[in-house]
Every structure is written in C-alpha cells, then in structure tokens.
C-alpha cells in the first residue's frame, strides 16, 4: 500500500504560479508518476506526467506553463505551474501507478481572474 500526500495548493491570480509537491510512503523508483485533475461534474483528467526514465507527458492545454519533476531520492513528485489561468482552477490529484494505481486525496487550485 503505497501513500501520497499532495500539498502547495492555494488560491492564486491569473498569471501566478504555484508549485504542487506529493510525497509518496513508498519508492516511486519503478511508478510512472501523474498529476490529474477534476472539476466537479467532469472526469479527472491527465495534467502531466513523468515515467520511471524520466519521459514526459502534457495535456495540450498546459504544454509551456507547467512542468512535471520527480526526486526519487525523496520519494516526491512535484508539478511547477507558470501562467496559471482560471480554467486551471480544480482539484489536482497525485497519481502513482506501478501494477496497479494508488491516488493522493487531493489539493485545490484556485486561480482568480
């Protein structure tokens, strides 16, 4: 059973940024690691995320703004989001997959115009 705990949430303006950081109970060496999202009413969908070897992935809509890390040696995983704009604004989720998945409980992103 694997653990994760997302944080740097917040409320932020228009063309701020944040950083989200999700520190997982276990090594994340071997896991695909993801940031997803989900509005209330919709899917969760996939920000980003960032294989074992370091290979990235971006949904089109925050391809130049945000950008996907990971620190084995710290077990953490962490998404940088520049140029934040109010349709960025939801729930993210930290997402661990190895064999099976394990998600985090979420950190809201608020951006205001």
């Known amino acids: 059973q694997v653990q994760l705990v997302e944080s740097g949430g917040g409320l932020v303006q228009a063309g701020g940024s944040l950083r989200l950081s999700c520190a997982a109970s276990?090594?994340?060496?071997?896991?695909?690691m993801g940031w997803y999202r989900q509005a209330p009413g919709k899917q969760r969908e996939l920000v980003a995320s960032?294989?074992?070897?370091?290979?990235?992935t971006y949904a089109d809509s925050v391809k130049g703004r945000f950008t996907i890390s990971r620190d084995n040696a710290k077990n953490t995983v962490y998404l940088q989001m520049n140029s934040l704009k109010p349709e960025d604004t939801d729930v993210y989720y930290c997402?661990?997959?190895?064999?099976?998945?394990?998600w985090g409980q979420g950190t809201q992103v608020t951006v205001s115009s």
């Open positions: 997402n661990f997959r190895i064999w099976r998945d394990y």
């Open positions: 276990g090594s994340i060496f071997r896991a695909i």
């Open positions: 960032i294989t074992s070897g370091g290979s990235t």
